[in-house]
Structure formats: C-alpha cells, structure tokens
C-alpha cells in the first residue's frame, strides 16, 4: 500500500500484551497485541462554559464570547451517566499529555505502529511531511528513543530559525528538504529515498506490507502478534552492517491501517464503565489533518460494541456498536478528499480483518457514525485569523488548557457548539485534545502581531 534496535530485551522496552486465543472475541483479535504506551490512560478534564445569550448565538459564537472553567477530576463512570447538566459543558481526553515532545494522536498512531517496526527489525523509517510537522517530529522522537534511524522528508524551505515541531525533526531525525512542486511526488520521493538509505543489499516495504503477514485469523494459534516470519528477535545497531539495512516507509500522517489500532485501542479504554461506558450517548469530537484519527475512532466505535455484548468470532458479522457518534473537523482538503480517504482506510482495514461490517456500507465506517463537519469559520489550511491567538490565551488562562489555532481551536469550537446543541439530551460531548503546543512556537515566529498585546508594549520604569 502505498496510501538498530536499542539493547536492551523487546519485552523490557514495551508493555507485552499477548494473544491468549485469537478467535476467543474481537477485542483480543484487534487491540491484544505490543503497544508503544505502557497503558491506553489519559486524563480526563469537564470544561463547563457559560451560557451565551441568545443574540450572541444567532451572530455566530466565537470563543471569546463565552467563559470557561476546568474540573481536572469530574465525576465520571455510574455517576455521571444519565445525569443532566444545567450549564453547558464538555469533557476533554487530555491526549495532548501523553508524552512531552509528542502530539497526542501521532502517539495514538504510532501506539501499535513502532512495535511493529520493531518486531520486523527495522534499522530505518523513512516518512514525510511539511516544514512544521508534528508526524515526522513524532516518528523521529519515538524512533531514537528505540535506536532506529528516522529519516525525514519535509515539504518546503529550511527555516532561516529553527523552531516548534521542525527544530524537533532537526534534533532527533535526519532531514531533507523537498521543493513544493516536488512534494507533490511524494510517494515516488519516500521510494527514491528508502531505496538510497537501503542501499545495494537493503530491503525496503511499507509499513502496511508487514501489518499484511499479521491477518487476524484462526491459524494464529497463542502467537504473539508481530513476530513475522522469523523476524521477532531484537537486535543490536552495532549488529547491522550498513548493506543490509530493513528500510520501512511510513506515509505521510501515519495513514495506515496500523495508525488506527492505537486509535481504537483508546476507544475501548474510554468506554470502561468507570469512565463514559458501553450505553452512554456519546459525541466525539476531534480535528482531522488526514483524518486518520477521526476514521481510527469511528471504527473502534463500530467494531468494539460487541465487546461488552458477547465473545464475537472474527468472521461472524457485527451488528452492535457504542452508542457514540464522531463529529470530524475538517481542516485540509474538501470533504471529498475526506470521504475518499475514509473509503480507503476502511477498505484496507477490512482487508486486513476478515470482519463482515453488516451496518458498514462501502462508502466508508458507515451509518452515521463519522461525520465530516466544516470548521467553524473555513480558511485555507494553515491559516491564522486575527483574535484567534486571543481565543487560544483566554482559554490556557481560563483553564490551565493550551490549545493551537490551527487545529485543537476547531476542535474546541465544535465542542462548545455541540455543548450548547445537546443540554437538553442525554449526550455528553467529547473533545480529544490532540496536541499541538510546539505548533505555537512556529506560529509566532509566523505571525508575530498577534502575539504581542497592549500589555505587552506597555514599558515600565521605577522612578
């Protein structure tokens, strides 16, 4: 599809899920496997805003229209299902805490992803994406902190100040800079460029090729997922002579099917019963740059139902799912763009886990569960409207929150809008805060006005 290791034992560097019985329930099939983060938690916050007047509503509501405050300990799990809020609020997964240098779905995608890699051996990763990338300061973080080599393709010109996610990317990765008109290439690139790290004896494959020889079937009998064909033992980067080198390309944004186990895996943690539960109305929301997380989500939705229903086979259909619903924010191309790539993921996943979908239709996940919204004041990608800085410092004042106008500003715009939407039913709306402080970093350098205020330029001198 085109769409060295450290020394230390693979089982003291992970935490080791292993497959008991592969056709005993869907849930041990897809998501008991080798994970990146030791545990799927994270922490939970209730953002509670005050009620705007009806005016402000009908002119369109920003955020600084309203005022917010933060429970970083609300009441979760049997006291809070069915219970109806008498002031609009929403909770918020803080995913943006996972790990300090890591967005927080790039930490969901690589979440079954590295292992992976791992397992295969791999001495290399080589991937893609813009000048400010939190995808390939991610892979590259996460790569050395497990002694592979990450090299990274970037769309656009050298910062004249490195900064944000690219200084990231400049510090743990090894870099090159792609002309934009170039970029446009850029699978044909991730190959030309695999194929020079591999050299002559090297081996190279994309990163979904090895998930192929992982299928989800009743001849895995109690292997551990991810040992593919032989290729389970750790080894050494002094070990790897520079001619046989295994080379994995790993598409721009993780757009894998292995980027959305993690995804799901975060599903089935939030819908224990003493967090938000199986039966409970549940609105998701999330900002969608490829819209692989959105799509992971809405999966795990789909697919994970059952758990709590029954032990399912893998080829028997599905006909539970969560109660949950999956509000996408577009922010970089067109809804059919969107739609295309959710048909795409969905079709490859499906190839990969023999499940009949009997509620999935072939234009993606299916019956409503993922929705593709417009951002609430639409902008070219990238884009930064004056007051939107403002947005962002009103809430990390008034919450102790840091979200970034580019992405998790739409997301919490859909939140606040969701909020006021459902008071009156018994949905309770989620946010996944994906990330994005180090974005803030470049965003300044870029546009630097809106960072200053008047407070700012104030001068003060002692007598």
């Known amino acids: 599809m085109l769409c060295r290791l450290a020394p230390r034992p693979l089982s003291a560097q992970l935490h080791i899920h292993r497959r008991r019985d592969p056709v005993s329930s869907l849930s041990a099939s897809l998501l008991e496997r080798e994970w990146m983060l030791p545990s799927p938690a994270t922490p939970i916050h209730k953002i509670s805003l005050s009620k705007p007047h009806q005016s402000q509503l009908s002119h369109g509501l920003t955020p600084s229209q309203v005022s917010y405050s933060n429970e970083p300990r609300p009441a979760l799990g049997a006291e809070a299902i069915g219970a109806r809020e008498q002031t609009p609020s929403f909770f918020m997964v803080r995913d943006d805490l996972l790990h300090p240098l890591v967005n927080g779905n790039k930490a969901r995608k690589l979440d079954a ?125 002094g070990e790897v002579e520079e001619g046989s080198r295994r080379v994995v390309i790993v598409n721009e944004g993780a757009d894998s099917v ?123 990608f990238g884009k930064v409207w004056e007051g939107e800085i403002e947005a962002c410092r009103q809430i990390a004042q008034q919450t102790g929150i840091l979200v970034d106008p580019v992405y998790t500003l739409a997301a919490w715009e859909q939140a606040v809008l969701h909020s006021l939407e459902e008071i009156e039913k018994d949905v309770k709306v989620v946010m996944l805060h994906t990330g994005g402080t180090l974005g803030m970093f470049g965003l300044a350098q870029r546009y630097k006005p809106y960072f200053i205020t008047s407070e700012q330029l104030t001068v003060h001198s002692l007598p």
């Not at 990338?133 to 004249?160: F, K, M, Y």
């Not at 938000?276 to 697919?303: E, M, N, P, S």
């Not at 059952?306 to 970089?332: D, E």
């Open 258 to 380: 292995a980027g959305l186990l993690g995804v799901m895996r975060l599903v089935r943690y939030l819908s224990q019963t003493h967090l938000f539960g199986a039966k409970q109305q549940i609105r998701i929301v999330v900002d969608a740059g490829t819209g692989t997380t959105a799509v992971g989500l809405a999966l795990g939705v789909t697919l994970l139902g059952c758990v709590s229903k029954s032990n399912l086979n893998l080829h028997q259909s599905l006909s539970n799912r969560l109660p949950w619903k999956v509000t996408a924010v577009m922010l970089a191309d067109p809804i059919e763009r969107y739609k295309e790539r959710e048909r795409c993921l969905t079709s490859n996943f499906k190839r990969f886990v023999p499940v009949k979908f009997s509620e999935t239709s072939t234009d993606g996940v299916g019956d409503g569960t993922l929705q593709w919204v417009e951002r609430t004041h639409p902008r070219k």
């Open 113 to 237: 992803l590295l292992p992976i890699l791992q397992q295969y051996s791999a001495t290399d990763i080589v991937t893609c994406g813009g000048c400010q990338s939190a995808h390939t300061a991610a892979v590259a973080v996460c790569c050395a902190e497990r002694g592979i080599r990450s090299h990274l393709l970037l769309r656009g010109e050298q910062p004249d100040v490195p900064t944000g996610y690219n200084l990231i990317s400049l510090m743990y990765g090894r870099t090159s800079y792609i002309a934009r008109p170039l970029y446009a290439r850029r699978k044909e690139l991730l190959l030309q460029h695999a194929s020079e790290v591999a050299g002559g004896k090297g081996s190279i494959v994309w990163v979904d090729d090895i998930l192929g020889k992982d299928r989800y079937n009743s001849n895995l009998e109690g292997a551990c997922v991810g040992h593919l064909d032989g290729f389970g033992s750790s080894i050494n980067q």
